[in-house]
């Protein structure tokens, strides 16, 4: 569900841009506030683990389409809302700089789509509901299937809206929006599946930090080094080796506008920020759709008239240079935040 800068307008574009600095602003004084100094390294790992499952597309039968795990859910619940927040927007910063996924100028709205809905209005009003303060396994799962499900129905909305403000494109309202809140809860109830499946490993492994995390309290005192050890191994594996399975299909968003506009993407603006945008973004982006720039182009020069069969796998060093990169990359950056934002002590 990453937008790409042509769905939109300088203006919607920069006012989510806008938007999105102030809500990571006031995420950040509130962490400072929190002085939290054991999840910072869970918040590294989240973010690395989180950005590798997004590079795996799982494909959704019956309709040509895929989706990808937006771990926004996943790293509220484990986190609380602000540092998650901080954290999404770090793995989408990443793949939009380094690896050409979404744009630009699109990014303020991807980082509040992504983010905003599962951090703020999924969680205290769906999640926090069903869990109350009597955690439970089962109280946990139902809790998180609910609260992906809307978080991913709300940010699908979200682009429907912003497209719409934007008035660029030649999608229109209702038809875009009856394309994509379908699929979306397809996707939202996978998503919800999986968030629920980690949640429960961390349940049975740690529930010290689920518990904090719902009664609002700093993380002092629990053990985390083993979870971060595994987040991070899996981290490695997902983004490394099971990114080689992910679906070719188009995600959501693409399978949506191809419905409704007959094509997947839409051409972007040859003049203006649009395409500065694209220009410095070619420039950043090492690795665009992770993978090795000569193996893109060639793959760009391929033609067919229909979309091949997939493969089971596609073994790609590319692939696995992008998985481990990305999430090193992306583990640096959230810790950074995380010891920047760290409230200091005045020395005596």
Not at 205 to 210: D, G, N, S, V
Not at 288 to 300: I, L, M, N, R, T
Request: net charge neutral; hydrophobic share 50%; aromatic share 8%.
């Amino acid at each position: 569900m990453h937008m790409a800068d042509a769905l939109l307008s300088p203006v919607v574009g920069g006012a989510m841009w806008t938007t999105t600095a102030g809500i990571m602003a006031y995420s950040a004084r509130r962490i400072r506030k929190e002085n939290d100094d054991y999840r910072i390294p869970l918040m590294g790992v989240l973010g690395a683990f989180v950005f590798a499952a997004q590079m795996i597309n799982f494909s959704i039968p019956g309709t040509g389409s895929s989706g990808h795990l937006g771990g926004g859910m996943l790293l509220t619940i484990l986190l609380g809302p602000h540092a998650a927040f901080l954290v999404i927007a770090s793995v989408l910063t990443v793949q939009a700089l380094f690896f050409g996924d979404g744009g630009l100028l699109a990014l303020g709205c991807n980082i509040f789509n992504l983010g905003f809905f599962p951090c703020f209005v999924a969680y205290p009003f769906v999640y926090r509901v069903v869990v109350k303060d009597n955690l439970s396994s089962v109280r946990l799962n139902v809790g998180a299937v609910l609260a992906a499900v809307l978080s991913l129905q709300l940010g699908a909305f979200g682009v429907v809206l912003e497209t719409t403000f934007s008035g660029i494109t030649e999608l229109p309202f209702i038809s875009f929006l009856l394309a994509m809140q379908p699929i979306h809860l397809a996707i939202g109830i996978v998503e919800g599946l999986v968030t629920a499946g980690v949640v429960s490993f961390i349940w049975k492994a740690q529930p010290e930090i689920l518990q904090r995390v719902v009664t609002t309290k700093p993380f002092v005192q629990v053990p985390v080094g083993k979870i971060c050890i595994g987040l991070a191994v899996m981290a490695a594996i997902t983004g490394g080796i099971f990114s080689w399975f992910a679906s070719q299909q188009p995600d959501g968003l693409e399978w949506s506008m191809s419905k409704v506009a007959g094509k997947e993407e839409l051409d972007t603006a040859e003049h203006g920020i649009q395409a500065f945008l694209g220009h410095v973004q070619n420039m950043t982006a090492l690795l665009p759709d992770y993978g090795f720039k000569d193996a893109e182009k060639a793959s760009a020069g391929e033609t067919s008239p229909a979309r091949k069969a997939e493969p089971i796998a596609s073994i790609d060093a590319g692939t696995t240079l992008s998985g481990l990169l990305g999430g090193t990359i992306t583990f640096l950056l959230a810790v950074t935040l995380g010891l920047v934002l760290k409230k200091r002590t005045p020395q005596t």
